[in-house]
C-alpha cells in the first residue's frame, strides 16, 4: 500500500459527531485571526479544487474580509474531474460551473474576489508539482500569509499543492498553513498521523459560521446525487457538517 493509500477515506469517514466526543479538539492552543494574518498582510489561499478555499479556511476568510485584510484567492483547477463518466456533468459543464460556484461561495463570505485561476489539470497535480511552485513563486510576496491543503491530507492533488506552496514560500518568504480537509475524514480522534503538536485553533464568530455555512451550499454541483452515474454527492454529508463547525484547525 503506498503513502496516500493509506489516507484513504472509508466509507462516510469520520463524523462530526466523532470529532466533537473528542476533548483533544477544545485543548489546541488558540489563534486569532488578525494575529495569523497581521495588518498589511495579505492572505492567500491556494485551493486545488474550487471548494476546497471554502472547506479549509471559509470562517477565517469571512473574519478577515469583515476586519478588511487582503485576500486572494489562487484556484489552481477547475474541478473538471469530479464527476468521472458522467454524462449529466461532463468536463466542459464542470469548468463552465465549478468556477462560477467558487465566486458565488466567495460572495457568501464577504469577499468580492475572483480566483487567479492556473488551468492545471484536476486530478493531475503530482507530476506538476515544479510547474504548480515556479506559478506561485511569481504569485507571492514576502510576508503573504498561504494557506493550503495540507501536504499529508490524503488525497494527491491536495497533497501536491500542500508540497508546491511550501517550496513556493519558503523561496519566496512567504509563511504557510496548511489545513486538513480530507485529513478529517481519514482520520480518528487522536490519530497519530495528524500533526497535533504544529495544531492551532481558530474560533469562528457566529456571522463566520453562518457565512461558512451559505458558501458551502454554493457548490449545488458537488452536492447533488448525479442520476447518470447513481452516485451520491461529491461533498459527503460528514463533509458538509464538519464545515458548519464553530472552529477550524490549522498547521502551523
Ligand atoms: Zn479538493
Given at each position: 500500500?503506498?503513502?496516500?493509500?493509506?489516507?484513504?477515506?472509508?466509507?462516510?469517514?469520520?463524523?462530526?459527531?466523532?470529532?466533537?466526543?473528542?476533548?483533544?479538539?477544545?485543548r489546541?492552543?488558540?489563534?486569532?485571526?488578525?494575529d495569523?494574518?497581521?495588518?498589511?498582510?495579505?492572505?492567500?489561499?491556494?485551493?486545488?479544487?474550487?471548494?476546497?478555499?471554502?472547506?479549509?479556511?471559509?470562517?477565517?476568510l469571512?473574519?478577515?474580509?469583515?476586519?478588511?485584510?487582503?485576500?486572494?484567492?489562487?484556484?489552481?483547477?477547475?474541478?473538471?474531474?469530479?464527476?468521472?463518466?458522467?454524462?449529466?456533468w461532463?468536463?466542459?459543464?464542470?469548468?463552465?460551473?465549478?468556477?462560477?460556484?467558487?465566486?458565488?461561495?466567495?460572495?457568501?463570505l464577504?469577499?468580492?474576489?475572483?480566483?487567479?485561476?492556473?488551468?492545471?489539470?484536476?486530478?493531475?497535480?503530482?507530476?506538476?508539482?515544479?510547474?504548480?511552485a515556479?506559478?506561485?513563486?511569481?504569485?507571492?510576496?514576502?510576508?503573504?500569509?498561504?494557506?493550503?491543503?495540507?501536504?499529508?491530507?490524503?488525497?494527491p492533488?491536495?497533497?501536491?499543492t500542500?508540497?508546491?506552496?511550501?517550496?513556493?514560500?519558503?523561496?519566496?518568504?512567504?509563511?504557510?498553513?496548511?489545513?486538513?480537509?480530507?485529513?478529517?475524514?481519514?482520520?480518528?480522534?487522536?490519530?497519530?498521523?495528524?500533526?497535533?503538536?504544529?495544531?492551532?485553533?481558530?474560533?469562528?464568530?457566529?456571522?463566520?459560521?453562518?457565512?461558512?455555512?451559505?458558501?458551502v451550499?454554493?457548490?449545488?454541483s458537488?452536492?447533488?446525487?448525479?442520476?447518470?452515474?447513481?452516485?451520491?454527492?461529491?461533498?459527503?454529508?460528514?463533509?458538509?457538517?464538519?464545515?458548519?463547525?464553530?472552529?477550524?484547525v490549522?498547521?502551523l
Open positions: 500500500m503506498d503513502a496516500v493509500a493509506q489516507r484513504a477515506i472509508r466509507g462516510e469517514g469520520t463524523t462530526e459527531a466523532e470529532w466533537s466526543r473528542w476533548p483533544g479538539l477544545a489546541l492552543p488558540v489563534i486569532a485571526p488578525q495569523l494574518v497581521p495588518k498589511n498582510a495579505r492572505a492567500v489561499v491556494v485551493a486545488p479544487h474550487p471548494d476546497d478555499e471554502v472547506l479549509s479556511v471559509g470562517g477565517l469571512a473574519q478577515l474580509a469583515a476586519c478588511g485584510r487582503a485576500v486572494e484567492v489562487i484556484a489552481v483547477t477547475d474541478g473538471t474531474a469530479s464527476h468521472r463518466g458522467s454524462t449529466e461532463p468536463v466542459e459543464r464542470l469548468a463552465r460551473t465549478r468556477p462560477r460556484e467558487s465566486l458565488k461561495a466567495l460572495q457568501c464577504g469577499l468580492a474576489i475572483e480566483p487567479i485561476r492556473l488551468g492545471l489539470p484536476d486530478g493531475g497535480l503530482k507530476a506538476l508539482r515544479a510547474v504548480l515556479a506559478r506561485l513563486v511569481s504569485l507571492l510576496r514576502p510576508g503573504d500569509v498561504v494557506f493550503t491543503t495540507w501536504r499529508r491530507d490524503g488525497h492533488d491536495h497533497e501536491a500542500g508540497e508546491a506552496c511550501a517550496l513556493a514560500a519558503a523561496s519566496t518568504g512567504a509563511r504557510l498553513a496548511e489545513v486538513p480537509v480530507w485529513g478529517w475524514h481519514w482520520s480518528r480522534p487522536g490519530d497519530v498521523r495528524m500533526p497535533w503538536q504544529h495544531a492551532f485553533r481558530l474560533p469562528l464568530s457566529e456571522e463566520a459560521v453562518r457565512r461558512k455555512r451559505a458558501a451550499k454554493a457548490f449545488t458537488q452536492l447533488r446525487r448525479d442520476a447518470s452515474t447513481g452516485s451520491g454527492p461529491v461533498l459527503r454529508a460528514t463533509t458538509v457538517q464538519r464545515a458548519a463547525r464553530p472552529f477550524e490549522i498547521f
